[in-house]
């Protein structure tokens, strides 16, 4: 008998952690939802097929990565310019994977390097949020459940949005394009605001952006030298922190 109220106690606690885990990510999953399903029609615009725009979101999971390779598939660029502007768009990633599993130390590796795949700018936020989660036992549910549950809404959202651009009016769903660049400020716009020389260095793309295509590069070289230069040039216009403290 006390074995059996140890095990029930246990299947409790983790079905605790995994309904905690998916109340932290319902924020998220509403968040994701509407993009998601914004994507799906894009995609579905340039051509891909709902098969293809929902591999992209099962495969990939980055929202902007996807948007921005959407776009330039839209444009033709070829597939090593996608590849290397969605690597250099998506470095951060690496960061944020190792800060992420320096935070588990008491989770084992063989759930964190699963974990880590799952990790998004929102999903990592969240998880910073709760971090005495990962103290607790079965802590590593409570990660895997915020992360599927975002994981299953954005590729749920990007699939219903492939179904929808199909079936949608031409003049409506081409309309929707003016989200790609909405997103885009909108990731833009809180960076700016905790330091005006964002700006300065989102400007800097876009010039090398029109320079590149002015003297005969294609869109999709343009774009990745705009976001390398651009950003190699952040390490002497920002400031370090530490210096200013």
């Known amino acids: 008998m006390e074995s059996?109220?140890?095990r029930t106690t246990a299947s409790s606690t983790r079905l605790h952690m995994v309904k905690k885990g998916m109340i932290a990510g319902f924020p998220i999953m509403l968040g994701y939802l509407p993009i998601a399903l914004t994507y799906g029609v894009l995609a579905s615009r340039t051509g891909m097929t709902n098969l293809e725009l929902t591999?992209?979101?099962?495969?990939?999971?980055?929202?902007?990565?996807?948007?921005?390779?959407?776009?330039?598939?839209?444009t033709g660029t070829g597939?090593?310019?996608i590849i290397i502007a969605t690597f250099v768009l998506n470095f951060r990633h690496f960061v944020m994977s190792l800060s992420f599993v320096n935070r588990l130390k008491?989770?084992?590796?063989?759930?964190?390097?699963?974990?880590t795949l799952g990790l998004t700018d929102e999903t990592f936020t969240m998880s910073a949020l709760y971090r005495n989660e990962a103290k607790e036992k079965y802590g590593s549910l409570f990660y895997a459940s915020l992360?599927?549950?975002?994981?299953l809404s954005w590729v749920g959202g990007s699939y219903l949005g492939g179904v929808l651009g199909d079936v949608m009016p031409s003049k409506l769903s081409d309309s929707m394009g003016v989200a790609l660049y909405a997103m885009f400020i909108g990731l833009l716009i809180p960076s700016v605001k905790k330091d005006f020389k964002i700006?300065?260095?989102?400007?800097l793309a876009m010039l090398i952006n029109f320079i590149c295509q002015f003297w005969g590069m294609s869109q999709g070289w343009a774009i990745v030298m705009g976001t390398v230069l651009a950003g190699f040039s952040g390490i002497w216009i920002l400031e370090d922190e530490g210096e200013t403290e």
């Not at 591999?55 to 839209?74: D, E, H, N």
């Not at 008491?106 to 974990?115: F, Q, S, T």
């Not at 992360?147 to 994981?151: E, G, K, N, Q, V």
């Open 4 to 6: 059996q109220a140890i």
């Open 55 to 74: 591999l992209m979101s099962v495969l990939v999971f980055a929202g902007a990565a996807q948007f921005l390779a959407v776009g330039m598939v839209a």
């Open 79 to 81: 597939m090593i310019e």
């Open 106 to 115: 008491k989770v084992a590796l063989r759930a964190k390097i699963p974990l």
């Open 147 to 151: 992360i599927l549950t975002a994981y």
């Open 199 to 203: 700006a300065g260095i989102a400007v």
